[in-house]
């Protein structure tokens, strides 16, 4: 692994909501006094796709003495901000709020944690950008957030699950799709669960190991359903960014969905070109974790097979654990390609990090 140059661009850090009751203050007074009254402010909404304590979701010389990993700006800035030498990050909140099975309670919840990482880490450091957090059993209250939020140019993408209660492709999201292309955000497509379903195609697994490792899986399933559906048909300059995806798994995908594609395309009349070309249109991956393999040949032949430069881009997924010390990228690279995943395309993705 090798250590990023001064001036990269962040697509994928996480501050952490140190509890429910840093919310109150951006509540209105309704849901404040809903809050209180019910008692919710005592409890912890933080993904359980993320459990705390699980080893892998903070590098040890990343966690604080308490509260969680990622709570504290002066120590994400010191890690993950000063120590890389970071021109911008991306800040993605990793919450239950969307997940929330009431629409009105998880919108509510939705504004606070935008307003809260606005007023709490964007306007502290001007290093920080920001995802907005949507409530995703209602798109249309999601849209009407990403049109409120997006008035601040520092939110440059909108946040939700991989893993969701139906395909992201299907209908019932394309109003939230139609907001983020008209107002040219990304959609970051993070890994991780609403758990409406067993995450492992078999059912529901006995430990993190099975939970974690299946991610990969729920995202040829994210590519499948936007793909088929016609999302980048409908919505031709929508870009999604695959978070914490890993990457490997990308050029298996790309052979079977063209192959399939080539025998069934009449049932997806809609689609002009192979899976793999809307993927590479439409699709970027940030790197950590790469998964990358052992030897820096077998890595140009995985470059080689996605056959895309603009389709990576630079992450250190702080503060959660996939490399040591300051080596972020893999070994192999050529330094053409570094620069483009470093900052050019980055910038090319998030054009509200150009202005």
């Not at 503060?319 to 300051?326: A, Q, R, T």
Request: hydrophobic share 40%; with cysteine.
């Amino acid at each position: 692994m090798g250590k990023p140059t001064p001036g990269a661009i962040d697509c994928d850090i996480h501050p952490a909501l140190p509890g429910t009751d840093a919310l109150l203050p951006y509540l209105d007074d309704y849901w404040r006094e809903h809050v209180l009254m019910r008692g919710l402010q005592r409890d912890n909404y933080n993904a359980r796709a993320f459990p705390p304590n699980a080893p892998i979701n903070a590098r040890p010389d990343w966690r604080p003495a308490k509260g969680f990993p990622g709570s504290d700006l002066s120590t994400l800035q010191t890690q993950a901000l000063d120590a890389f030498q970071t021109r911008y990050a991306i800040c993605n909140v990793l919450h239950g709020a969307p997940a929330i099975f009431s629409e009105d309670l998880s919108a509510a919840f939705c504004r606070a944690i935008n307003d809260w990482v606005k007023a709490e880490w964007l306007d502290r450091d001007p290093r920080l950008r920001a995802s907005i957090v949507v409530p995703m059993h209602s798109p249309e209250l999601a849209a009407q957030e990403v049109e409120r939020c997006a008035a601040d140019p520092r939110f440059v993408q909108v946040l939700v699950w991989e893993m969701t209660e139906i395909p992201l492709g299907r209908r019932m999201y394309w109003p939230l799709w139609r907001a983020a292309e008209r107002l040219d955000l990304p959609v970051g497509i993070h890994a991780g669960s609403s758990f409406r379903h067993p995450p492992t195609n078999l059912g529901w697994p006995s430990y993190y190991l099975e939970d974690y490792v299946s991610w990969s899986t729920g995202f040829t399933g994210v590519l499948n359903s936007l793909i088929s559906e016609g999302v980048f048909v409908e919505f031709p300059r929508l870009k999604v960014v695959l978070m914490e995806s890993g990457v490997t798994w990308l050029p298996a995908w790309m052979w079977r969905a063209n192959k399939t594609w080539r025998a069934v395309r009449a049932e997806v009349p809609w689609l002009d070109k192979s899976p793999a070309e809307y993927a590479r249109e439409h699709v970027r991956l940030t790197i950590q974790p790469f998964d990358a393999p052992p030897k820096a040949e077998q890595l140009l032949r995985i470059i080689e097979e996605i056959d895309c430069e603009d389709m990576l881009l630079f992450s250190t997924d702080y503060p959660h654990w996939h490399f040591d010390g300051d080596n972020a990228l893999p070994d192999g690279l050529p330094d053409a390609l570094i620069r483009k995943i470093l900052v050019d395309n980055p910038l090319k993705t998030y054009s509200r990090l150009q202005a």
